[in-house]
């Protein structure tokens, strides 16, 4: 990919102020390719999956394999897929439990971890778990999914204090139907 674009034929995403180059996100066996939309960028993206395949002796599946466009009309987002043998992925999807292409300064983006705090929250049964214990759990599960989800993406000062709300009733023991003192903000 780097050689790709050294030899200008493969044109990265500039993202930024600064213009940072990005063009290959990886994770695992995961590869998300980057770049702007033209076909000769979709030709090389190509060529550089095939010679992947020659050179790791590994099968990319391209039938599994989804393309987005973004800012492009869907018949040439529909067309570029055709060339790739891929489908053709909507423009906000998840990723690693991570929503893409979403404005995360809207309430609803920020649904799905609020509703997953309040899963995990109501599976803990509050009666047999003391307060120390609910503090570790507080620790070590609640706050390592917030800290996920927000080393991405900045969440609105609504959302803050509503996940704020959700672990001091947990913490303290208040649910719904019975409120009870906050003695520590």
């Keep these: 990919m780097r050689q790709a674009i050294s030899l200008g034929f493969f044109k990265p995403y500039k993202v930024g102020m600064d213009n940072i180059e990005v063009s290959l996100l990886q994770f695992a066996d995961d590869a998300i390719l980057i770049g702007e939309c033209s076909d000769q960028n979709i030709r090389v993206m190509k060529s550089i999956l095939q010679?992947?395949?020659?050179s790791s002796g590994l099968?990319?599946?391209?039938?599994?394999?989804?393309?987005?466009?973004?800012?492009?009309?869907?018949?040439?987002?529909?067309?570029?897929?055709?060339?790739?043998?891929?489908k053709v992925s909507p423009s906000s999807f998840t990723y690693l439990?991570?929503?893409v292409g979403v404005n995360?300064?809207?309430?609803?983006?920020?649904?799905p971890l609020i509703d997953r705090l309040k899963i995990k929250l109501s599976s803990w049964n509050m009666n047999h778990v003391s307060f120390g214990g609910r503090l570790i759990l507080l620790n070590t599960v609640l706050y390592a999914l917030l800290v996920y989800f927000l080393s991405i993406y900045k969440a609105p000062v609504t959302i803050i204090n509503s996940i704020q709300k959700i672990q001091r009733d947990f913490l303290w023991g208040g649910t719904n139907s019975h409120k009870k003192i906050n003695w520590v903000k």
Excluded: M
């Design 104 to 111: 995360h300064k809207r309430k609803e983006t920020w649904n």
């Design 59 to 86: 099968k990319i599946n391209f039938f599994k394999s989804k393309l987005v466009g973004l800012n492009i009309t869907k018949d040439q987002t529909n067309r570029l897929a055709d060339y790739l043998q891929c």
């Design 51 to 54: 010679l992947f395949e020659l």
């Design 97 to 99: 439990g991570i929503p």
